[in-house]
Structure formats: C-alpha cells, structure tokens
C-alpha cells in the first residue's frame, strides 16, 4: 500500500532531525506536503534540501506561541490546509530532585510539554474548522516508567500523554483524532551520549527484551498508521514503541557514568 496520505498536508514540530525527520520522510514519501520546524537552522535547511519540494521549513522555538502559530499558518497558506500533525520537538535533562536547577527543569517541561500544548492547541484549532485531522503526539516510555535522574521529563511525558487524552475528548466531535507514541530506546541524536559511555548503551539493550535499539524509522512506521485511514478509530490513546522494554526497569544510569 502507498500513498495513504496523498494530498494531505501535515506539520512536523522537531522535524529537523531523530524523529521528526523520519516522519517526515515517511509522510512525503506516501504523498503528503510537510512543514517542518525546529530551532536548528543547518538541520532544517538540510532536511529540506533533502526532501524536495514536498517540504518548507519555519525556524521556530515551540515554547514561543507566536513561533507556533507561524509554523502552522505556514501550512495553510504554503500548502492550503492542514491534515496532520506530528508533535517531536523535546530533549531531556539529567539531575537529582534534590540537587535539580529550576531553570534546567522550566526548559525541559516549557519545551516537551508546554510546547505540545501550543502545537495542538495551534493545530487543533485549523483541523477543528475544518471538521478532520488527526494529530500525533511523542510521548516516552518515561510517561509511566520512572528513571532515577531524569523527573522533568519524565514528567513532561506524563504530562503530554494526559494532554493527549485531554485533547482527544474536545477535539473529536469536530473530527480530529489525537493519539500519542511512546518510544523507547530509539538511535537519534538525543541518544547519541549512549555511544560514549558502551555500558550505557549495553543497559539499554539488556532491557529491551526484542534486543535491539530502536530506529526512527519504527517510529515514524506508527505514526503513518495513525493518521493515515489505517488509524480511523484510535484516538485518545498512546502506542509504545518499545520492543517491550516498558515490562523491565529502566536502566541506572546514575550508576553507569564513568563506568
């Protein structure tokens, strides 16, 4: 089956790179026209460059209401609509609760979570006048599996999977669908640290039981399925992307540094 989004427009907030790159890639390739923004301009001029026509790009900072508004106007008036979505843009932050700067934590949650917001919020708002869409948020293992060291995002995800739930419950009676993923360990340049250190990336492995790093490729495979026609009827929940590594305990990293 190809072309499942032939003629559909989308926004892709983190499209520059990891994630939101592969789902970019997925999406132009089944036919869809995509905006993409992120805060990196080389990454951004790169992806476009790669992707051809199919694609513009907005250099944009999610935790900037005007930044966001412009990204998804940019779709409507480039392109002549907006169909989907996907929310990517995020990062993490490593520190004890006790020991844990606020401003560090403000940015991981203004940027995972608050940025979410405004993205759907933004987004929701063209796809509820219209009367369809269907937005994809990424979300994280860590919403429901705590990790030693890494609270704000953990609870930046958490957060961002009941905005899902949330925003699934006002959005559909207008006809837009929003689900979530969560990935697990996936190779992209936030994960990148993991090459460093061989005992962390080691951890991971032993804890994903399919035994293998996850690519953003399978990612960007599940959210085709949920925007495209395949995804009709699932809205309000999250999908893990996980090799089930969510049914073991997240690794210690706290005790892998300088391992």
Not at 194 to 220: C, H, M, N
Request: glycine share 12%.
């Amino acid at each position: 089956m190809a072309n499942r989004l032939e003629g559909q427009v989308g926004v892709i907030t983190g499209g520059a790179s990891g994630i939101g790159l592969a789902c970019a890639r997925r999406y132009v390739t089944e036919g869809a026209r995509v905006v993409l923004g992120d805060r990196n301009p080389d990454a951004l001029a790169a992806a476009a460059a790669e992707l051809g026509a199919a694609v513009v790009s907005e250099q944009v900072d999610v935790t900037v209401e005007a930044d966001v508004e412009r990204l998804v106007a940019r779709a409507v008036t480039e392109f002549g609509g907006l169909d989907v979505a996907v929310n990517a843009a995020g990062f993490g932050t490593f520190g004890f609760i006790a020991d844990h700067p606020v401003d560090e934590w403000r940015a991981v949650i203004d940027t995972c979570l608050t940025g979410v917001m405004l993205s759907v919020k933004h987004e929701g708002r063209i796809m509820r006048d219209a009367g369809h869409g269907a937005i994809v948020n990424i979300v994280s293992i860590n919403a429901r599996v705590p990790a030693e060291g890494m609270s704000a995002y953990c609870c930046a995800k958490a957060g961002v999977e009941m905005l899902t739930r949330c925003a699934a419950m006002e959005l559909g009676p207008s006809g837009v669908r929003v689900a979530g993923i969560g990935p697990g360990f996936i190779d992209t340049p936030m994960t990148a640290f993991t090459q460093v250190v061989p005992a962390i990336r080691d951890a991971y492995l032993a804890s994903t039981p399919l035994g293998r790093a996850g690519q953003p490729e399978d990612v960007a495979d599940a959210a085709l399925f949920l925007v495209s026609e395949d995804g009709r009827w699932v809205s309000g929940d999250t999908l893990f992307v996980d090799g089930a590594s969510m049914n073991k305990a997240y690794p210690e990293l706290h005790k892998l540094v300088g391992a």
